[in-house]
């Protein structure tokens, strides 16, 4: 199995798409037909003469197995040959002509498969249902009287037998179904099951072309520099001091705020850019430092003002009249998202049409940043996706480096312009896990009953930046902050106390804040699950035992927290030297808990032995694929807790690249012992970001066991701490 690399290894535009363009309706008499000639039974599927199945997606591959897992959706109805199958992405530009039949583009949030199951589960229905009637057509019997497996229809009575090649052709001039039935789960043969990967192959042998590595016929290539200050701008620059430098084509100036410089090749490029004299206008933010926002943000925890995201009984009045009260104060930095390929797009304009290929997570906001930065309608704009060297939210709803390619390519009419960051430049001019802070009281009874939980967050908002209309329809409030304690949906709190009140002072800073992988469940988990553990020890209970209390309404929350519980052996003795910790909550309409197991050698050096991890996601699409993303998700976690912390000074951010922004290594990696739990009903849930949040606070607990230090500030380095 392997990648349609046809969807953008090309030097023409309608190659790049792999399909066929103009025709509006997924579905239709009508034939429509690919780029080489292959009829399209319906939007999804593509059936090739030798039984090739194309299936098409328009969500983002980056690593996290989502287009694999999209094609078990559409291959179990379509009853084809797995060994058969590859995909190609479509076109932003081609989903705008018909429609947007295949949906959002997005992939984000975790939502790849548990937002669009259906549909495309419909999409390989219907193709399966018209290949079936145009074999009965040929055979002139009864469509009832046929079945179709493994990409091959038989006649039950006559026991004739047809390839789905043979019909495609016939299938694809039918009027589509307009009922398209769906398996019941009982029926499934290919969704749950641990399938091969369809990107993996390509990876393993080099084939796999990422933006870093896309060539395109006479391309250029391009470095950017921008104002390290965000809201800075371009004061001046000396472009004859390096516009006869090797190789160097032209030097210019990008927006009000970047200057860049193309040349043949992208070393002489950035070559030149080290050379060439800026002056930036910083503008006031050049003040402000990681001590200043700090103060701002402390200031946030005790305001008056706040925005209210759960609230039960009086929460106030009952830490008011409280026997006695725990507090603490927990805060959390800017990361940055350090994907391995750093931010890149090629662009290629002409006053006729503009085209980028772009690694990009949302194919339709590249194309609208396409759409404003050239000034063309839409139908003379294209994107063409391409597998992502890692995402993590950096390369959704941001498109500044998009826009930034369309803008050098504009000076360059005919000529494909390769615009390709420096890891300097992507760790300076990130979209940052927002900075946040925590203070949290809980108030208890003269038996040491909670009666009260207080929680105050201040810090940064994402929407308020990003998507300001969903904040005004809020009224103010940004319900993305309160991920993981919210008052009810995807991220609502699993615990229900006495009384309760959650809430946010909104603090933002002028460093931009961006979806980071999991987003706002990572401090949040920190926060509620480390002082759940406080208000335990506090009441002299076992941290599971005083969890369990508040779960009574929360059977998903508490069936992770028992797996975890169970499989970590938490209420048996650990191992002599070791100690535990754990950590649940709902995140993403899926149900996560970790547990741990640590050492601790000379005060300082944490080895992290074991994590068993439990997900209750509904439906496991691909069980193996869920176990990766398990593990996976902790490595950001982990080095997220130990080691990543993006600091400001001057106003930039201090950290330009590996060196002082680590990631932890494969000998640190504990051992990871994941249980998907069937928590039963109809429910899919994510699987990409959810875990991540649980493995930091269950650290942290167990770092308490073994030091008697309650540590409520990430990162660990910043104690003394190392893992190891």
């Not at 025709?23 to 593509?46: C, H, M, Q, T, Y």
């Not at 200050?229 to 970047?258: E, H, M, P, Y």
């Not at 304690?485 to 002028?510: C, D, K, Q, W």
């Not at 193996?624 to 000074?649: H, N, P």
Request: aromatic share 8%.
């Amino acid at each position: 199995m392997k990648m349609n690399r046809r969807t953008f290894i090309v030097t023409s535009a309608a190659a790049a798409g792999g399909l066929a363009l103009g025709f509006e309706l997924p579905f239709g008499p009508k034939v429509v037909r690919a780029a080489d000639g292959s009829p399209e039974i319906n939007a999804w599927v593509v059936i090739r003469p030798d039984d090739t199945v194309v299936i098409r997606m328009a969500r983002s591959e980056m690593g996290q197995g989502t287009i694999t897992g999209l094609a078990q959706l559409v291959a179990e109805e379509l009853e084809c040959n797995w060994s058969k199958i590859v995909y190609e992405y479509p076109t932003p530009g081609e989903s705008v002509k018909r429609k947007r039949v295949w949906g959002p583009f997005t992939t984000g949030g975790s939502r790849g498969i548990r937002t669009s199951h259906e549909y495309v589960r419909k999409g390989g229905a219907a193709a399966r249902m018209m290949l079936v009637q145009a074999a009965a057509n040929q055979w002139g019997v009864p469509a009832s009287e046929c079945v179709a497996a493994n990409s091959v229809i038989t006649h039950k009575p006559s026991k004739r037998r047809v390839s789905y090649g043979k019909v495609a052709d016939a299938a694809a001039r039918l009027e589509p179904p307009k009922d398209v039935p769906l398996k019941d789960p009982k029926q499934w043969k290919v969704i749950g099951k641990s399938m091969k990967r369809l990107d993996t192959r390509d990876k393993v042998n080099g084939k796999q072309v990422y933006g870093f590595d896309l060539k395109l016929p006479g391309m250029l290539n391009a470095a950017i520099r921008e104002c390290p200050v965000f809201g800075g701008k371009v004061k001046s620059f000396d472009a004859a001091r390096v516009a006869n430098l090797r190789g160097v084509k032209k030097v210019l100036q990008v927006g009000d705020s970047a200057v860049a410089v193309v040349a043949d090749h992208w070393w002489n490029a950035k070559t030149a850019l080290d050379q060439l004299p800026v002056v930036w206008d910083e503008g006031p933010n050049a003040k402000v430092s990681s001590a200043s926002i700090a103060e701002m943000l402390k200031e946030g925890l005790d305001a008056e003002q706040a925005f209210v995201g759960h609230t039960e009984g009086d929460a106030k009045a009952a830490l008011a009249g409280a026997a006695k009260k725990i507090e603490a104060v927990y805060s959390y930095p800017f990361q940055n998202h350090a994907c391995m390929e750093p931010m890149n797009a090629t662009a290629r304009y002409t006053p006729e049409k503009c085209e980028v290929w772009v690694p990009t997570q949302d194919g339709e906001a590249s194309f609208a940043a396409l759409l404003s930065a050239s000034g063309l309608p839409a139908d003379k704009c294209e994107v063409y996706k391409i597998n992502l060297g890692g995402g993590f939210g950096r390369r959704g709803a941001f498109q500044d480096y998009v826009t930034q390619a369309v803008r050098i390519a504009k000076e360059m009419p005919g000529t494909p312009v390769k615009l390709l960051w420096s890891r300097e430049e992507d760790m300076v001019q990130g979209r940052y896990h927002p900075v946040m802070q925590c203070k949290l009281v809980g108030g208890f009874d003269s038996s040491n009953n909670l009666t009260g939980l207080h929680m105050r967050l201040s810090g940064q908002s994402i929407l308020s930046v990003v998507f300001p209309a969903v904040v005004e329809q809020q009224k103010g409030r940004d319900p993305l902050v309160f991920q993981g304690v919210f008052e009810s949906g995807e991220h609502a709190i699993g615990y229900s106390f006495p009384n309760t009140l959650i809430e946010h002072a909104m603090r933002n800073t002028h460093v931009p804040p961006g979806f980071w992988r999991g987003v706002n469940i990572n401090q949040n988990a920190i926060f509620i699950e480390c002082f759940m553990d406080e208000l335990a020890e506090a009441a002299g209970q076992d941290p599971v035992e005083f969890r369990r209390k508040f779960m009574g309404k929360y059977p998903r929350n508490l069936g992770a927290l028992n797996a975890v519980a169970a499989g970590i052996g938490w209420t048996k003795p650990a191992p002599a030297g070791r100690f535990r910790g754990i950590a649940q909550m709902k995140a993403f309409d899926s149900f996560v808990a970790a547990a741990c197991e640590i050492s601790v050698k000379d005060g300082s050096k944490v080895k992290v032995h074991r994590i068993v991890a439990a997900t209750d996601c509904g439906y496991a699409v691909n069980p193996a694929q869920i176990e990766r993303q398990v593990s996976g998700s902790f490595v950001y976690g982990l080095s997220a807790l130990f080691m990543q912390e993006c600091t400001v000074k001057d106003g930039a951010i201090e950290q330009k690249n590996f060196d002082s922004y680590q990631s932890m290594r494969i000998a640190q990696m504990p051992k990871v012992e994941t249980i998907i739990v069937q928590g039963g009903g109809d429910v899919w849930g994510g699987i990409g970001e959810p875990t991540i949040c649980v493995a930091a606070p269950a650290v942290l607990n167990a770092i308490y066991k073994a030091t008697g230090k309650r540590i409520r500030s990430v990162p660990l380095k910043n104690h003394g701490i190392e893992l190891v």
